[in-house]
């Protein structure tokens, strides 16, 4: 609302006003924008607070239901959101904080995102995207050709066909999972004789006519947790989600793997597809690929990978064999807001035969019409924004050699994190870097010792105290604010697949340093020895057992 | 990349610049961030071509699916967007272009939306959104309350309770239908004695454990193509999707309606949804949403409002009367990228009792966890961005008296473009704006009297000729740049229920004023003046009639 009044009042002119007039560059908002433009670093450490909130004390500033009736002029309102939202936001791009999949972006996205936003295109239907579709469908193009690199014929008749589709561009790698196990699940129980197929007479009219007694998606238990999603939203169930153990490095087990298969035909269940995970979310490990494209051809399975975190890999070719297979799955899910180093709100899923897409086609009367372009038509979303230009511009700038060099410094410093954990003595490497994602805790050297040498009833207790521990830090580190990892829970073999506490890092920001990597271990070991109640049990316990 | 060689360079250094280094004010992207900044219209007008270039000719500017090798400058690459991509898009945001429902933005939201691209916030989790999370959830408040006006202490203990929640907020209404008739689904076959439920169990052992022969959602033969996706989703089937009839005012009609329910009780079938449009995507009409509330109460059937369009009318209290009911539905669908004038991306789901979103919660050990506040483990996708943050804005700054203000300008221009098409001889108006959107078509005086006393076949071939019509004029309209009007096809009850094309305008652009309004009719007469086909031919045969 512009300033012209006391009070802000709703007219239908300073409405209007508010749809044409800029605000002025000394405005609140003109210098935030400034602010933002010179330096995004500096602006966000100057205004997001040191010091830690409690969630309930910032609910209060966000407790009113009620819509205000009146106006509020925008630099007000500016004032709030910087004293009120950004104060109490996470510093996501920051590169003391190692424990999120979202890094810094490259300062150019900035200016083009506000482009994106003015344009503010509905990439469901060419009427409304018009360049965009052509676009959009580049980009699935290129991300096809990285994985699949199929020849150049391919592309010139499938890359713009309307009866062709490599992919979906999506929010993110959840709806981007859920359209590829749709897309497996229709034609799994696809039309057939007198049967129009599960997308037109539902799941209950499929299975019977098919005759199984029950469906099973497969995938290692440490699968993402939307595959679950998925199975209830598809009406699989979340039971029908079976999952395969995994061997000491977090990789799906070929042999449980065939034992669950031949388990489940064994009851008449049909498992359609087989889910690998190309950099699992808790630990980064990749799946044998290969050998299970193996086992899913032989079988008839959908062969699905879940490289939403890893695929950005395939950028390097010195990454890339460790991807090996992924070139023969029928589907791939790649997040670009993950290690493609796109904001928020870019998943993708590429389908190896352009026509896979045909079991989900949707078309109505006013848009989507049959023969058309329309993206729509393939999305489980309908309308969108046109995102994937920020993913185009990122793949030209950055070219293939730069995403190259910010994968592999990637994968380099996390091969160096996990030295300098393994090198400490009161650290304790969990999982070893696959890419650049890798586990650790915090562990006195007494009691790496103590827990050597203890009876299975000692271990546990060691490491429910270390559990206790490792919430203790995290908790205290992330409240600082001076540096951030996360944390998750695994069964490690080596302690005997008890429920383990770890510490998880996930290096992709570019402007991660070593010096960083050290201060976060030495701020972890500071607040370790604040501990007044795990620490010294600990200490204790292992004093006890080293010196029976 | 920085210009400091000739060619673009792959080198750390040089890829770390991107991540901290911003565009120089005098670049060209730094220009055009200006130029928009300062008038984003000028800025469309002067890069978006006038002519047309066909969908063919554009795909060759995006047909190369390799990822370039080399590192591109942000410069040269912001040129060829500009070139390529932008002056090759529609511009939604103008004024004469009142065919999509996606409108002009407030100007506060394109720095707005820096900050928030700046900050990248992940709302799956508290941990990379903290107070982006109750700000969310304050949002979903806010739309609950507009909806159903509970009491403050339901708002008090509900809306920041972590095993509450009011709703969801997602990408688009697709997302948001989906979610809905997912908890439908949920809650239809739920967990009972020694049965998991749907959820856990999956559809086939649900129907068989509940004994039904099918399920059935029921909806006008108006609603959104997105519910034919979510029934084929959820792996209810396309066909499971029960049109019902529609009245001359295209909303659902109750007689028909109760027939239905009758049939399918009588076949076994389990009507488990009944969904209400508020504000139909193609003739803007709101069905008897109370009359259907009663009828969902006594069937026990999840009543949903596909209110995506229209729901922001309940801002205006002129306009509110006529969404009456929809207070009892229990799930309603609104869209704020629609009449809330956010962009592209902001879908939300609310439901009226927050414990219904139970029936589709998810955990995972290293996020969502139990009793966490996360958002994710209620919602359909997995991470998002911070876009509740815009609507946010919008709401306080332009207050509910502001958006009642834009409500009722939009419906009043709607009553005054259908007057002006009513009074020009020329033109028909196909449906009657109930809200701000309206359908007409083109028909010279000579054709609408021989219509009036043709016979049925006359008839037909009459409305085929002007169907051809309507779309040459659309086509022509949309290829010339000027203004735009969309198209889609009816079957209303006063043409026989013959299929006809029509011209559809959304009027939610404050800046469209009468006079465009009047140039989009002089536009379509001289268009169809050209017409060397249609025209003479509907000439020529309307006088054959009207001289019998």
């Keep these: 609302m512009v300033r012209d009044t006391k009070k802000a009042e709703a007219s239908l002119e300073s409405l209007q006003r508010i749809f044409t007039v800029p605000e002025a560059p000394n405005s609140t908002l003109g210098s935030i924008e400034q602010a933002i433009s010179q330096n995004l670093n500096r602006f966000l450490q100057d205004h997001i607070a040191a010091t830690d909130r409690s969630l309930t004390d910032i609910e209060k500033d966000f407790s009113n239901p009620a819509i205000p ?8 309102h500016t004032e709030f959101l910087l004293d009120k939202l950004v104060s109490q936001s996470v510093h996501t791009s920051s590169p003391r904080f190692i424990g999120h999949m979202t890094s810094a972006l490259p300062y150019f996205l900035m200016p083009l995102s506000k482009i994106m936003i003015g344009l503010n295109q509905n990439t469901v239907k060419i ?32 890359m713009h066909s309307a009866h062709h589709s490599l992919g979906a561009f999506c929010s993110g790698g959840t709806i981007a999972n859920i359209t590829a196990l749709w897309v497996a699940r229709n034609s799994a129980l696809k039309p057939d ?8 007479e539902g799941l209950f009219r499929a299975m019977k006519y098919y005759g199984y007694d029950d469906l099973a998606i497969l995938v290692s238990e440490r699968g993402h947790y939307s595959l679950k999603k998925s199975a209830d939203v598809l009406g699989i169930g979340r039971e029908s989600l079976v999952a395969v153990p995994t061997d000491a490095n977090n990789r799906i087990r070929l042999d449980k793997l065939e034992e669950t298969i031949a388990e489940l035909k064994a009851r008449n269940v049909k498992p359609f597809a087989l889910v690998g ?14 050998a299970m494209a193996d086992i899913a051809e032989r079988e008839g399975m959908h062969f699905h990978v879940d490289a939403a975190w890893g695929g950005a890999s395939l950028m390097s070719n010195n990454q890339r064999p460790k991807l090996k297979g992924i070139e023969r799955a029928d589907s791939v899910t790649i997040d670009a807001h ?30 989507l019409r049959k023969g058309s372009k329309d993206l729509g038509s393939h999305t489980l979303e309908g309308s969108r924004s046109g995102m994937a230009m920020l993913l185009f511009a990122c793949l030209n700038i950055i070219g293939r050699e730069g995403y190259e060099l910010l994968i592999d410094q990637s994968v380099e410093k996390a091969s160096y994190f996990s030295n300098l954990v393994a090198n400490r003595n009161d650290f304790e490497l969990v999982t070893e870097p696959e890419l650049c994602l890798l586990t650790y805790r915090y562990a ?62 996930v290096l992709a920001n570019p402007l991660t340093t070593q010096e960083i990597l050290q201060e976060v271990l030495d701020e972890q ?15 204790a316990k292992a004093e006890e057992i080293l010196t029976r």
């Design 69 to 76: 009736e009146q106006p509020t002029f925008v630099s007000d």
């Design 127 to 158: 009427e409304t995207s018009k360049a965009f579709t052509p676009l959009e469908r580049q980009v699935l193009g290129m991300l096809h050709k990285l994985i699949y690199s199929q020849p150049e014929t391919f592309y010139e008749s499938c």
């Design 193 to 200: 004789d007198n049967f129009k197929g599960v997308a037109e």
């Design 277 to 290: 995970v190309a950099g699992t979310t808790e630990t980064g490990n990749i799946d044998p690929l290969d």
């Design 338 to 367: 993950k290690q493609l180093y796109v904001p928020m709100g870019a998943g993708m899923v590429i389908f190896k035969d352009p026509s896979q897409v045909s079991a989900i086609e949707h078309h109505a009367d006013y848009i």
């Design 444 to 505: 006195p050297d007494a009691v790496q010792k103590a827990l050597a040498q203890a009876t299975p009833e000692d271990v546990e207790q060691l490491n429910a105290l270390l559990n206790d521990l490792t919430i203790f830090i995290q908790k205290r580190q992330r409240e600082a604010g001076n540096t951030f990892v996360s944390r998750t829970t695994l069964k490690p073999e080596k302690y005997g697949r008890q429920a383990t506490s770890v510490f998880r890092v």
């Design 525 to 539: 070991r500071a607040i370790a020895e604040t501990s007044t109640i795990a620490l010294p049990q600990l200490l």
